[in-house]
């Protein structure tokens, strides 16, 4: 459904007025994925490896330096053809309101997401408003019946709500039906849950994969936190400063991580089982974000496994290790 | 399910009464404030002259003697007369009694200040949200002219422009208006809509396929109004006293106001017989403070409702 | 209600902190939220004890407490802190300062954030132990930084940076480096961890460990990650809308959980590790604290909640040095499986 060809994306940091850019920070570097319908992808990494710009470059909000996002839609129909493939980075005007309807996206912060002035029928309403889908009372149906799916019932009570009167988990609902209501083919969710409490978590974590079912949605999940993506995507891709390290199957990948960073990254995580034995978490120096990168591994500098190979050739690219499990590696 | 005139109607009327609960839930904010209600007060106060000017025109008082612009205080052997029982306020130096010239002027600074206010914040708004949208050159534009206009000095500006134009009070409302409206509360306001602008919900409206005028009109300006609406309140403050000023010196195309009334007192001498003639300077410059005090007082007030931050957290 | 007398594990017999029926209200527009209601525990030299729960649950409430930094609407209803045998909670501003830092200190959760942007990291911390008199002269003082440093892992040249020049890593352990400044006996830690990537968490527990056991120092830990409260504690307190409803060792906690509460907590929590289970969160809202449900405040949402948990305030199960407070705390039967454990009731 999705391809990502080469995707880079560069954001200059700007040295004194009249002077051009001269540094560039590198927040996406080359990266091409797959986002194949039903498989939800779940892109983890640390701060500044570039997750949230890519789900950002996927939904629009940013256009990239280079590469091509190749979307195809599905079919309307099962047994139908699927749509011809566009690349959505080179659509322009009404394509794009078009385009807007199969890719939406959730936000991090459940309040900071929500117009404090508006009230949840409006901001659930507004893409079909934007979009003239529908006449204003086929509206006020669609979202009261969204409301009730995402477990705000009865939905009359929340329709005229602010949502300075909603709890955490109830904001996210109503931004989990925002994106939901125009019935898009995929939804990038940007830490869904990581500002809500824990209690909470567990069911929005499981309404999104109930509806990911029910409505045919598949989604490209951005999170920090491993044990998030392992739960609710099929396939995981880990990022590294710009760029995919390694990609594959999420139960193999946890199993068999083949890239040290995977490796470290698992590693570091810790196990809610009093008195468990970690591994040493094999990873050098610190974190840092991809300014004017050299040429070489970006992940050269912190890894145990370094040797001369990796100084002095270019940055590995993505190969197959196994069935649908791939790595960026010289030494793999 | 629901036909379109119904759902319509439905939804108008929740939302109506929504905005009820929000009204009376900010009036609740603004009255734990004494300093709100005490300007509302005062401007209460004045709101009754307005009323009760027509009133003593029509029944008490005899155009003739009484009028703030012809009359003549017949009744009065000395002019300016000091305050008795015919003349609560004295007369002025014209013979034209100060209680009259007082209330028949309130009006007008009302008219004067809210004309000046709305223009301002209409300008500043529209030109703060753009400017903060565009950004670029269109902002660069604006900020420079806004700095040109701050850097003015605006009684300077505004005796030049009645020099040339002679301006009557709309006029002067209009253009005070128009400098407040492109100068800093412009500023102000961009900063608003910048801080607005980086909101997620803003990029949320983006991916629902929000075009340009749509994130402009439904989701910043709406958002700029409260910070709009208080600084209505001061440049009514600041439309009254320049007015007041530009009055003294004689210069406005205004035939009575509370500036023209000290400045005939001022232009017949009588403000250097220190406080022998104090009827012709106590009411009018007490009016203008007390009337420039009350608006900035329901500012300060509302700045409360509009910022959270600023409320006190605990009651009494 | 008197303090729980935990017999855990320990090296000496004076406990290093122990903190009575702790009870703190603040006063707001809408009413008095009752933000910590009789919380007690005691604290072994060299312990370090987890308190887990939620958003307003009360931990930071507490944590500011112990350190008598409240806000002006908090009102301390009862309650005593107990450091050696003085109570923090009498003393004055001026009696504190002799404690504060130097037997009682604090790294907060936006630690990172709360460093003085205009002055460099090395001189903060002189300035801190200068304040409290922990070094008899600058030069002194400087020296102790850098052995700081180094005992949070940051090389000796940092000392001259401004925060702005560190990463969120390094600045939290500036945070660090400057609570240990004075070597006091007990530590706070505010969900320190919480805005870190996980690699550099990982780096600043290990340090912290190692800190502990070298200076033999005791922290109190609060977050609301059950998995780095595994690892980091030896003691566990679960609260919940204000109250502490279980306390134990950290094994016995995760392993018999006696609260509906904290099973819910420990069911939350996906894993990378082990089989995928299904999570099951809790249902309903966090507790409104100002009208505060009647009896066990955690019924609306227990799923074994009974006619008298709505009516009456659970009494104290307890066995050994773990306990909580339920009408009906689940136990492991013999079969492995998780009943309502009403035998256990009164059990010591």
Redesign the interface.
């Known amino acids: 459904m999705i391809r990502a060809e080469s995707l880079t994306k560069l954001f200059p940091i700007s040295r004194g007025r009249f002077k051009r850019a001269t540094s560039l920070v590198h927040a996406v570097d080359g990266v091409s994925f797959d986002l194949p319908r039903g498989q939800s992808l779940g892109l983890v990494g640390e701060s500044g490896c570039g997750k949230t710009t890519i789900g950002k470059l996927l939904v629009k909000l940013l256009e990239p330096t280079s590469g091509r996002i190749l979307f195809a839609s599905p079919p309307a129909k099962s047994g139908d053809a699927g749509g011809e493939s566009v690349d959505i980075a080179r659509i322009k005007g009404a394509t794009v309101r078009n385009f807007r309807r199969h890719a939406q996206m959730i936000f991090q912060d459940p309040y900071e997401s929500m117009n404090p002035r508006r009230v949840v029928l409006d901001t659930v309403a507004e893409p079909l408003q934007v979009q003239g889908i529908g006449a204003s009372h086929e509206r006020l149906d669609l979202v009261s019946g969204l409301l009730d799916r995402v477990g705000l019932t009865p939905a009359a009570n929340f329709l005229f709500r602010h949502p300075h009167e909603l709890s955490g988990g109830q904001r996210q609902r109503v931004a989990i039906a925002r994106a939901l209501v125009v019935g898009p083919s995929y939804v990038v969710a940007d830490e869904p849950t990581s500002m809500l409490d824990v209690s909470i978590r567990a069911g929005i974590m499981n309404l999104m994969l109930e509806l990911a079912q029910t409505q045919g949605v598949t989604y490209l999940l951005v999170t920090h936190d491993l044990a998030v993506a392992r739960y609710m995507c099929q396939r995981i891709a880990v990022m590294y400063r710009g760029k995919i390290v390694e990609v594959g199957a999420t139960e193999e990948l946890l199993q068999d991580p083949l890239h040290p960073y995977t490796r470290a990254l698992l590693s570091a995580v810790p196990v809610p089982i009093p008195g468990f034995r970690r591994q040493e978490v094999n990873i050098k120096g610190d974190a840092s974000a991809a300014i004017d990168p050299p040429e070489r591994c970006r992940f050269y500098d912190r890894c145990p496994l370094a040797s001369v190979i990796c100084l002095n050739s270019p940055h590995p690219t993505l190969a197959e290790k196994g069935p649908g499990h791939q790595v960026a590696c010289h030494l793999v | 399910m629901t036909t379109d005139i119904e759902g319509r109607l439905w939804v108008r009327l929740a939302k109506a009464r929504l905005a009820l609960r929000g009204f009376r839930e900010a009036w609740a904010i603004f009255v734990e404030s004494r300093i709100g209600i005490i300007g509302l007060a005062i401007i209460l106060f004045f709101g009754i002259l307005i009323v009760a000017y027509p009133i003593l025109m029509g029944t008490v008082w005899d155009r003739a003697t009484y009028d703030p612009i012809t009359g003549f205080a017949v009744d009065q052997a000395a002019q300016p007369a000091p305050p008795s029982r015919q003349h609560l306020l004295g007369t002025d130096p014209l013979g034209r009694d100060v209680l009259s010239q007082l209330m028949f002027s309130t009006a007008s600074e009302f008219l004067l200040g809210i004309t000046a206010a709305v223009v301002t914040v209409a300008i500043a708004t529209s030109v703060g949200a753009v400017s903060a949208y565009y950004g670029g050159v269109v902002d660069l534009f604006f900020m420079r002219l806004a700095d040109i206009i701050i850097m003015l000095p605006t009684i300077s500006l505004l005796i030049v422009l009645t020099a040339l134009f002679g301006l009557n009070l709309l006029q002067l409302a209009l253009v005070l208006g128009v400098l407040s409206g492109f100068g800093s509360t412009a500023v102000v306001l961009k900063a608003q809509a910048l801080s607005i602008m980086v909101k997620p919900y803003i990029e949320a409206a983006r991916v629902a396929g929000g075009s340009r005028r749509h994130i402009i009109f439904v989701h910043i300006v709406p958002n700029l109004l409260p910070l709009s609406l208080l600084y209505m309140m001061f440049t009514v403050t600041a439309a009254i006293f320049s007015e007041a000023v530009l009055s003294y010196f004689g210069i406005l195309n205004v035939r009575m106001s509370w500036g023209i009334m000290i400045h005939t007192a001022s232009s017949s001498g009588y403000l250097l017989g220190g406080t022998k003639f104090w009827w012709l300077i106590l009411p009018a410059g007490g009016a203008i403070t007390l009337l420039c005090s009350a608006f900035y007082l329901v500012g300060r007030a509302l700045d409360e409702v509009v910022n959270p931050r600023l409320r006190r957290q605990y009651g009494r | 209600m008197d303090a729980s007398v935990d017999l855990a594990p320990c090296r000496l017999l004076r406990p290093a902190l122990v903190v009575e029926d702790l009870t703190l209200r603040y ?3 809408r009413g008095e939220v009752k933000a910590v209601d009789g919380v007690s525990f005691t604290l072994a030299p060299g312990q370090a004890l987890g308190l887990v729960g ?2 307003g649950c009360g931990k930071t409430s507490v944590a500011m407490s112990l350190m008598k930094l409240l806000p ?2 908090a009102r301390l209803i009862r309650g005593r802190v107990l450091l050696g045998e003085h109570d923090l909670l009498t003393m004055t501003e001026g009696e504190l300062r002799r404690f504060r830092w130097r037997r009682i200190s604090m790294v907060f959760q936006a630690a990172m954030n709360s460093l003085d942007p205009v002055y460099r990291v090395g001189e903060q911390i002189v300035e801190a132990i200068e304040n409290h008199n922990c070094e008899d002269s600058r030069q002194q003082a400087r020296s102790r930084v850098s052995r700081l440093f180094g005992l949070v892992g940051l090389e000796p040249q940092m000392v001259d940076r401004y925060p702005h020049e560190l ?1 969120g ?2 600045r939290q352990r500036v945070a660090i480096a400057m609570a240990l400044a004075c070597e006091p006996d007990v530590i706070i830690a505010d969900e320190i961890t919480t805005a870190l ?7 600043i ?1 290990r340090e912290l460990r190692l800190i502990q056991n070298d200076l033999q120092m005791s922290m109190v830990y609060i977050t ?5 409260v ?2 980091v504690t030896d003691r566990l307190g679960v609260m919940y809308a204000g109250k502490l409803v279980e306390m134990g060792d ?2 016995e906690v ?2 018999q959980p006696l609260h509906p509460y904290t099973e ?10 082990g089989e ?1 289970l ?6 309903g ?2 507790p409104d604290l100002i009208q505060t449900p009647p009896g066990c405040r955690f019924h609306p949402r227990c799923p074994s909640a009974t006619e008298i948990c709505r009516q009456k305030v659970p009494p104290k199960v307890q066995i050994g040095t773990h306990w909580a407070d339920c009408w009906h705390p689940l136990a492991v039967t013999a079969t492995g499986g998780r009943v309502p454990g009403d035998q256990i009731h009164g059990a010591n």
């Open positions: 006063l707001t527009r939620e958003s002006d609407n990463s890593g390094m990537d996980v690699i550099v968490q990982d780096r527990l609301h990650d059950m998995a780095v595994a690892e950290t094994s995760f392993g819910a907590l420990l069911r939350s929590f996906p894993s990378i590790r995928k299904p999570l099951i969160g809790l249902p809202e966090p």
